[in-house]
């Protein structure tokens, strides 16, 4: 609220907008209980949507007996309820005779407390990215890399888009609901640098490229206003969605296995522009939506059934050819594929999936499987931030197309 507010208020009285580190200032106050002992924890934390009419008082109580740290939200019909049980098949019941469960997300605490406290071999470098590189917050945690966020508008909600459901997301864009992104506040941004900096000795911050967001230049300026002894180095990768986030897990697990900072930058920077994506569109009407191209262009081209596929690069996004039919586009992904993966050594291979999450797990990666059996192919949700621009039914792919040296293929 701090982060919020602030800015707000100066802005409403036309007055400039100062950088305050408020974390700083509540220090001194916040400490650990000594009452407070590490336990470990059971059970499941649930993420549902139940559609019901009982609504009003009698509905939300209800609910509220079903679980332990029930938080539940009403809406037009429905409520939105976060619980933690230790009975899952007993609270889906409970919670189906209320109504009917439209979704359901579910956490092993145990799991999820013991990810949390598992201590990782220390890296040369801390890595921090953007969301925008196809990075989830479980991938995150998992490579020990600091992930800040860009915003998703859906209708009159916002939300950073880590916090994003996106099957709503989906659902939202065919329904014609209308979907937007923008970038963090500089407040929000500072206040990320200052205090990844002061948890970490070195940063490096692999960012999103500077012809797509303003976040290289907000870094760069903060950096020159705070950072006089070169602790946190800013490359602007030049990339966006799964080329940034394969190059951001190359270096992140790196970073594990080298003692120097340096050797982490200089691999960086290498290995970035050898990562290569091509990205497949559905329709062209999602773009034009964003204002990425004119409406007239993208109605015939949806009325021709033209699906365009794109690549990120430092200078914007560029076509690499246009295609009528998910065939056609299995079979430009394939011929790239042959063209640029080395034949004689392992590599990676991102997927990427928007809405269609089974037909790539199902069809495509076994075809791409057999055809390069020396290729790890690993399935990636597309950065939703992309996706609001590209809309349902989108995919992508990205590979890297000649291993840098002193990498291992097999990270």
Not at 208 to 227: C, H, I, L, P
Request: with cysteine; proline share 4%; glycine share 8%.
């Amino acid at each position: 609220m701090l982060v919020f507010l602030g800015p707000l208020f100066f802005t409403l009285a036309g007055r400039t907008e100062p950088y305050f580190r408020f974390a700083d200032d509540l220090k001194s106050t916040l400490s650990l209980s000594t009452a407070w002992q590490d336990r470990e924890y059971q059970g499941y934390c649930l993420d549902v949507v139940i559609q019901t009419k009982q609504e009003g008082p009698e509905g939300i109580e209800r609910i509220l007996n079903v679980g332990e740290s029930v938080i539940a939200t009403p809406g037009d019909g429905f409520f939105k309820v976060h619980l933690h049980t230790l009975d899952r098949e007993r609270t889906k019941r409970d919670l189906t005779n209320m109504g009917a469960i439209l979704s359901w997300a579910e956490d092993d605490l145990a799991e999820q407390t013991a990810q949390f406290g598992k201590n990782l071999k220390t890296p040369a470098v801390h890595i921090m990215t953007d969301a925008a590189g196809s990075i989830t917050r479980d991938l995150a945690r998992s490579l020990g890399i600091t992930l800040l966020n860009s915003y998703i508008t859906i209708g009159a909600h916002s939300l950073p888009e880590t916090c994003v459901d996106a099957s709503q997301l989906f659902a939202a864009m065919k329904a014609g609901i209308r979907v937007s992104t923008s970038q963090a506040s500089d407040v929000e941004r500072f206040e990320s640098y200052h205090n990844t900096l002061k948890l970490y000795e070195r940063v490096l911050y692999l960012c999103v490229g500077s012809f797509y967001t303003g976040n290289y230049d907000s870094a760069m300026k903060w950096k020159g206003e705070n950072d006089p002894e070169n602790r946190m180095t800013v490359i602007d990768t030049g990339a966006a969605s799964g080329k940034l986030g394969l190059a951001v897990r190359l270096v992140a697990d790196f970073s594990f296995r080298v003692d120097e900072p340096e050797e982490v930058v200089a691999f960086a920077r290498r290995t970035v522009p050898k990562v290569q994506e091509y990205l497949f569109l559905e329709r062209l009407q999602f773009l034009a939506a964003g204002g990425r191209m004119s409406k007239t262009g993208a109605f015939f081209g949806d009325v021709l059934r033209l699906k365009p596929i794109v690549s990120p690069c430092p200078d914007g996004v560029r076509k690499m050819g246009v295609v009528r039919s998910t065939k056609e586009q299995v079979k430009f992904a394939l011929r790239h594929l042959e063209q640029e993966l080395p034949k004689d050594r392992k590599t990676i291979l991102l997927l990427e999936y928007s809405d269609n999450r089974a037909w790539l797990e199902e069809v495509l990666k076994p075809e791409i499987e057999a055809k390069f059996p020396l290729t790890t192919v690993t399935l990636q949700l597309l950065s939703l931030t992309s996706a609001a621009h590209m809309g349902p039914g989108s995919w992508g792919m990205a590979l890297l197309t000649d291993f840098p040296k002193n990498g291992n293929a097999d990270a």
